[in-house]
């Protein structure tokens, strides 16, 4: 059974420190990996997103995949407190689903 | 490109009666997915269409049903509604499934 996991949280960060989110997934076949923020009484919206092995930078975003440990990282550099929000982890499989973690609770405090 | 709409934003039913929900994807998106996520959960996938087909589909009863038309634009339907169905119904789109999802605003549901 294909599974996704992160930690709940709440991931209580200072200002202008580095988040760092956590997502392991447990089937090798997952092909393309997902990060999405989701707001309070939002819905959710893509960040990033990784295919490849190593790191994928946007900003102050960084995703990073290690396909033989079966994790992906977000890292979020210089944090803001409009970064407060869940984080979604998905990952994507070649039947065209995508598997969800239950998200962690961001909490950037001033 | 517009992005992914939904309606209506907000419902509320009461319990035994049915509802349809409706979602347009972005243009040229022909997955459409539709997930359940109450309040503190993650999300809850529903089912997935692709061109017309229902491709995938989520651990929910029978009351769940959905559909696509042949323009990608997709509909849920809830029978019999329960108190527990009241959730945030999201919609996300995407250009073949399995691959990156956009989402629309959601309907609340509420079931008294």
């Known amino acids: 059974q294909k599974e996704v996991e992160q930690n709940s949280g709440p991931l209580s960060v200072p200002e202008g420190a580095i988040a760092s989110l956590n997502c392991t997934y447990s089937?090798?076949?997952?092909?393309?990996f997902f990060w999405y923020r989701q707001y309070s009484g939002k819905s959710p919206e893509l960040i990033m997103f990784i295919y490849s092995n190593g790191d994928k930078e946007d900003g102050r975003f960084t995703a990073q995949l290690n396909k033989a440990s079966q994790y992906v990282s977000l890292l979020i550099r210089d944090s803001q407190p409009s970064d407060s929000a869940t984080y979604l982890c998905a990952v994507g499989y070649s039947n065209y689903q995508l598997i969800w973690g239950a998200g962690t609770k961001l909490i950037i405090k001033p | 490109k517009a992005g992914v709409t939904q309606t209506p934003r907000y419902l509320i039913k009461t319990r035994g009666q049915q509802v349809t929900l409706s979602c347009s994807p972005i243009?040229?998106?022909?997955?459409v997915s539709w997930y359940q996520q109450t309040p503190g959960q993650g999300l809850q996938f529903l089912f997935e269409y692709f061109s017309e087909t229902q491709r995938n589909k989520g651990n929910f009863p029978g009351r769940f049903s959905g559909r696509q038309f042949s323009n990608s634009r997709s509909e849920m339907n809830v029978s019999t509604l329960e108190l527990g169905d009241s959730a945030l119904y999201l919609c996300?789109?995407?250009?073949?499934?399995?691959?990156?999802?956009?989402f629309g605003p959601g309907t609340r549901l509420t079931v008294t």
């Open positions: 089937d090798r076949g997952s092909q393309s």
């Open positions: 996300a789109s995407s250009l073949e499934g399995g691959t990156e999802q956009y």
């Open positions: 243009s040229g998106h022909r997955s």
